[in-house]
């Protein structure tokens, strides 16, 4: 197999920091609301608190999608081409923290349509391959080789305003009676 020279972080690592950051500019703004208004009615009391059990909402979430993160740890994938093309063959491999790691046996390539346009947004799975994956075993980590074959007839990945087709490579197991799924935007041209 190539070297990898594409490296992927997974979608669960990118949300759990999004959570925290909007957290910390909600908590930013409460402050700020403490500071811009010298009034104390109870209305303004009662919004601020509604808004802090925002904030805390956003908090819990992060911290939930932290340790199902670290559940795992991190795990970059790494692809074997730069620009992945409809066609052609997408390899790579999954580099998991753990040695011997035997847990997943099958890796998922996902097809996925967006709409944002209605008051229902929508996703749709147009497309879905399944690959066996290959692991390899180093001293500190296990690295799950996979290929897949993308179809010709496939929608490339595309951005159009509030319309989105995107491809994921997908990896779900069962850790401690818990389903740990982890999953990589992957762009592939036309």
């Known amino acids: 197999m190539n ?3 594409d490296k992927i972080n997974c979608q669960q690592k990118k949300d759990g920091k999004a959570f925290s950051i909007i957290a910390i500019f909600l908590v930013l703004f409460l402050l700020l609301s403490f500071t811009g208004s010298g009034s104390t009615s109870s209305g303004l009391w ?4 509604f808004f802090l059990v925002f904030i805390l909402l956003f908090f819990v979430l992060a911290n ?3 340790k199902k993160h670290q559940a795992l740890g ?3 994938l790494y692809l074997n081409t730069k620009r992945p093309i ?8 999954i580099k998991v923290p753990q040695q011997h790691f035997t847990k997943v046996k099958q890796l998922t390539l996902n097809n996925i349509y967006y709409d944002g346009r ?3 947004k929508k996703w749709k799975r147009i497309r879905q391959l399944t690959t066996t994956c290959l692991p390899s075993y180093e001293e500190e980590c ?3 080789n996979f290929e897949f074959t993308v179809p010709e007839d496939s929608k490339a990945s595309e951005n159009k305003g509030d319309r989105h087709f995107y491809w994921e490579v997908e990896m779900v197991f069962t850790e ?5 799924k982890r999953n990589w935007r992957v762009t592939i041209d036309k």
């Open 46 to 49: 009662l919004a601020r608190g």
């Open 142 to 144: 296990t690295w799950l």
């Open 86 to 93: 409809i066609g052609q063959i997408l390899s790579g491999k």
């Open 3 to 5: 070297e990898p020279i």
């Open 118 to 120: 209605s008051k229902r």
């Open 176 to 180: 401690k009676l818990t389903q740990v």
């Open 74 to 76: 991190d795990t970059p």
């Open 64 to 66: 939930s999608h932290h």
